[in-house]
């Protein structure tokens, strides 16, 4: 991690809560074993790759605001950034300070800290919200569900993940993970 440039303090705190978080452009085969697999990060770099593809699909060259709800680390902003050929107006809004203080010192966009279930923005704002592997960790969906819709623009795209039909061991994340998966959905739920 500190040979991808990370101080020892963010390569520290990387691997202490490498369970909850990750910075999928960070690392080397090296430490595959101790941070992430070379298989995790790359499906999480291809999420926004998509949806890097998506704005581009929908919106071309123009300026949009957007909002990832759930930024991490903030290296989405980075992968959007570099792939999407339209002009990306970024924001990300993330529960934890650790992981703000991170993105705002590698990945330079704006990051606000915020609960998913109580979105600190005015309503019909945002032209585009994308939200990867975060509804599964979210205590009340309806709610997260609602936020998203006050915050978006009668026009807006959503694009957003979440695992489909994995057997998640939620007992043991729970012991584990500050921010563990609460549900598992199959693929009519998420329909």
């Not at 990370?6 to 074993?33: E, G, I, M, P």
């Not at 581009?56 to 999407?84: H, M, N, P």
């Not at 969906?141 to 939620?170: A, G, H, M, W």
């Amino acid at each position: 991690l500190m040979l991808s440039g990370r101080s020892y303090h963010d390569a520290k705190w990387l691997l202490k809560n490498k369970s909850d978080r990750q910075d999928a452009l960070v690392s080397s085969a090296s430490t595959w074993d101790t941070y992430h697999g070379s298989i995790s990060r790359k499906s999480h770099q291809d999420r926004y790759k998509f949806a890097a593809e998506m704005l581009d699909d929908c919106f071309g060259s123009e300026q949009i605001d957007v909002l990832d709800v759930a930024s991490g680390t903030g290296y989405g902003s980075k992968i959007l950034e570099d792939e999407s050929d339209t002009s990306i107006n970024y924001h990300g809004c993330e529960i934890s300070s650790s992981a703000i203080r991170y993105s705002q010192k590698y990945y330079p966009s704006e990051y606000i800290q915020g609960n998913v279930e109580f979105l600190p923005f005015k309503n019909n704002t945002f032209e585009t919200i994308i939200s990867l592997e975060t509804m599964e960790h979210i205590p009340n969906i309806d709610k997260y569900f609602e936020e998203l819709r006050r915050v978006s623009t009668k026009q807006s795209k959503l694009i957003i993940s979440t695992p489909c039909d994995e057997n998640l061991d939620f007992e043991n994340e729970a012991a584990k993970k500050e921010y563990p998966h609460r549900h598992s959905f199959n693929f009519e739920e998420i329909k």
